[in-house]
């Protein structure tokens, strides 16, 4: 009999933001507890000071070097509409359309179309399809890896080393699968050049 370990909410003291930042005093002391659990908020902003932060791999999709982003807040798996054009991928239009957009209040919201089906995605020894939903990303990723990747692969981050490890038992190639931040582990024979 295989042994499933169920997730739980650990118990920790509340993180917030000084008051200034929610709007309200009364937020905030509201805001500790959800569903009995204590909970904290975070945000998160891309800078170019700071790529450690993030967990990224070199792969390739179909064949054509992509860079990656581990993005398990992410509702979808996302591809770079030009990496999708300029590679001619097949693209097939979303039963219903629809728009994404970002945690930040008044951000910008993305048109969602279109998508790519079953694209073969290699990261180091991590090789299986995906269904990618096809947006305009920004130019420092290629491929976003998001919750329906998690789903899936059931992959665990290790923060600290910017590290993925895929168990067997949900692993395409049925053994543990330990994928390497890109800056651990760079594209094969590529050199620095491999996304110039």
């Given at each position: ?14 993180t ?8 309200s ?20 902003t891309k800078?170019s ?45 979303l039963?219903?359309?629809?728009a ?8 910008p ?78 594209a ?7 996304f110039?």
């Amino acid at each position: 009999m295989q042994y499933q370990q169920m997730w739980q909410p650990a118990a920790r003291p509340v993180t917030d933001l000084p008051p200034g930042l929610w709007g309200s005093q009364r937020q905030n002391q509201n805001a500790g507890m959800q569903n009995g659990y204590p909970f904290c908020r975070y945000y998160s902003t891309k800078t170019s000071r700071a790529p450690e932060k993030l967990i990224r791999f070199h792969g390739r999709l179909a064949g054509v070097p992509v860079r990656c982003l581990y993005d398990p807040g992410a509702d979808f798996n996302f591809l770079a509409h030009s990496v999708a054009k300029s590679n001619h991928f097949t693209l097939w239009d979303l039963d219903e359309p629809t728009a994404c957009k970002g945690g930040l209040n008044g951000g910008p919201q993305l048109p969602i179309s279109q998508e790519v089906k079953g694209l073969p995605l290699c990261i180091q020894g991590f090789s299986a399809p995906l269904d990618l939903i096809v947006v305009d990303l920004d130019d420092d990723y290629d491929v976003m890896l998001g919750m329906p990747f998690c789903e899936e692969y059931i992959p665990i981050p290790y923060y600290r080393e910017k590290a993925l490890t895929i168990p067997a038992c949900e692993s395409p190639t049925g053994r543990d699968l330990l994928l390497l931040d890109s800056k651990e582990y760079p594209a094969e024979g590529e050199g620095e050049d491999f996304f110039s």
